[in-house]
């Protein structure tokens, strides 16, 4: 029996968070292997779903039905594609920030340490830049923010020494030759925790993952309708703190503002103020879920 491309995470959480109904008109701005939407579709009646994904891969797992219009860009790019639909505002927007699992599994995708494989780690392969290429043409300051900032590696600049002095010699280009170097700097007690940032950090970078979180945020809040849910699933402090900010407060700082009578000014109203977790139960039958986080604000 082959792996499932993905395992939905939280999916009961997520559902009852999207507070969805018949006729509903719904985004999923990260479709991957369809199990969210799926349990979406269930609930929508003669309603639509817009699904965004921008790995060719997840096209194969498009669900034949008239209710659901797949769309293969990035979820950055949400409020173009909804108006090519003509449509203006929408009820729901569900995002799971995770890498899909199948993504993890194919060696050649570069997104693992697992495998020795391409450097790749590009979503959308149409994309220009890899992880190779980032690795053996930024300099030496961009490589330590990216680390530093992305990766929360605290020997970056020992790290980016190594990698400099690599690629001195030869280019990088498998996921092997990274994870030789990086394990020189990788306290024993926490190898693989370490190896999983650097690789964390170079993902984020090449995929523009934290702008592109901001614009789907910012994309999301100007589609929903009054009275309508964002929910979304985070893996990593750095995507958590935006989604946990935005939420609460409007912006990307959460800094809240309050009227002249101390009345919390937020475009949102949090669903559920303590963050959701999955039960120890899914953890064990789905170990990439220990991680995540669920948020849930409804729009005023």
């Known amino acids: 029996m082959t792996n499932p491309y993905h ?3 939280m999916p009961s959480e997520s559902i009852q968070g999207l507070n969805l109904f ?7 701005a990260t479709f991957g292997g369809g199990g969210h939407s799926r349990l979406i579709l269930d609930e929508l009646g003669n309603g639509r779903l817009f699904a965004f994904d921008q790995d060719k891969d997840a096209a194969g797992n498009v669900i034949h039905d008239d209710r659901l219009f797949f769309i293969r860009h990035n979820f950055r790019y949400l409020k173009n594609f909804l108006r090519f639909y003509d449509v203006e505002k ?3 927007v569900f995002a799971d920030l995770g890498v ?25 392969r149409e994309s220009v830049v890899d992880a190779a290429s980032v690795l053996n043409s930024y300099s030496e300051e961009q490589l330590v923010f990216i680390f530093k900032m992305y990766g929360e590696i605290k020997n970056a600049r020992r790290l980016v020494s190594e990698i400099i002095n690599f690629r001195n010699h030869q280019p990088f280009q498998t996921t092997g030759q990274l994870k030789e170097i990086a394990s020189k700097c990788a306290p024993r007690a ?8 650097v690789f964390q950090a170079l993902r984020i970078e090449v995929n ?7 614009e789907f945020l910012k994309a999301a809040l100007e589609v929903l309708k009054p009275g309508g849910r964002l929910a979304v699933i985070t893996y990593h402090s750095l995507e958590d703190r935006l989604c946990k900010n935005f939420m609460k407060a409007g912006n990307f700082e959460g800094q809240v503002e309050k009227d002249f009578y101390g009345n919390v000014q937020s475009p949102f109203m949090l669903v559920n103020r303590k963050v959701i977790i999955p039960q120890p139960k899914e953890i064990e039958k789905n170990v990439r879920a220990r991680s995540a986080k669920l948020r849930i604000a409804e729009k005023v």
């Open 22 to 28: 018949p006729g509903a008109q719904v985004v999923d």
């Open 7 to 9: 395992i939905p995470v």
């Open 90 to 92: 929408v009820n729901s």
């Open 190 to 197: 926490i190898e693989n925790k370490y190896l999983a940032q």
């Open 100 to 124: 899909s699992s199948h993504d993890f599994d194919v060696a050649e995708r570069g997104f693992s340490f697992r495998f020795d494989d391409k450097l790749d780690m590009r979503m959308n």
């Open 208 to 214: 523009d993952e934290m702008e592109a979180l901001k």
